[in-house]
């Protein structure tokens, strides 16, 4: 028997995770663009934003009905504090200044993709959601044992769930053209540098994967 990752997901056993498509990082109106001057804001995030409109949340919305339709689990994770002043947040988070309190709008996935019915929205306080979540817990619970990924940011938090997912024994998807970070550079700087550890695919090959599974 061969092991590889290169398999195409079993919709019985999968799952789909958007990782940190919220308002506090992908709206223009976001508490982590606070305070930049309109100029500021173009130079540093218009790029990104451009991306985000254009290509990277048209694709998502692509593969949240996709996988909708193949009946597979739609989860989200997003950056949100369970506590009002963030004391709970990793030190990391409290360097960096990453504040999002609990029941915050900026915590909310973002309108575009915004979950139906009860689908699993875990809020997370680190940069891997398998470190301040019991995400893995609920994936064995439900029988995942292929994870597809994507979200923001690329060489973040998205990297960082697909680590610990690798470790835990999953087999993942990253969907690239589902995933951004704040330059193509290091976008596909991440993406080489993560190449070892999953199976990269478009949204158009997931999609279509999807549509050819019985």
Not at 115 to 122: A, C, K
Request: hydrophobic share 35%; proline share 3%.
């Amino acid at each position: 028997m061969t092991l590889t990752r290169n398999l195409p997901l079993i919709p019985d056993e999968s799952a789909l995770l958007f990782v940190d498509v919220q308002n506090f990082s992908a709206h223009r109106k976001g508490s982590e663009f606070a305070g930049l001057s309109e100029v500021e804001f173009e130079t540093r995030y218009g790029w990104y934003f451009n991306e985000l409109d254009t290509r990277v949340i048209p694709n998502m919305q692509l593969l949240q009905a996709a996988f909708r339709k193949a009946r597979i689990e739609v989860m989200y994770t997003t950056i949100e504090s369970l506590t009002l002043d963030g004391r709970d947040r990793s030190l990391d988070y409290k360097i960096t200044g990453f504040h999002v309190p609990k029941g915050s709008w900026d915590g909310k996935v973002i309108d575009e993709i915004a979950p139906e019915g009860d689908e699993i929205v875990l809020p997370k306080s680190s940069s891997s959601v398998f470190i301040s979540t019991h995400i893995d817990y609920i994936l064995r619970n439900l029988g995942v044992k292929q994870l597809g990924v994507c979200g923001l940011i690329t060489d973040q938090c998205v990297e960082s769930a697909i680590r610990d997912a690798c470790d835990l024994g999953y087999l993942v998807t990253q969907i690239t053209d589902a995933c951004l970070t704040y330059t193509q550079e290091r976008h596909d700087n991440s993406l080489r540098t993560i190449k070892g550890y999953c199976r990269q695919v478009t949204t158009s090959e997931v999609v279509a994967e999807l549509q050819a599974s019985p």
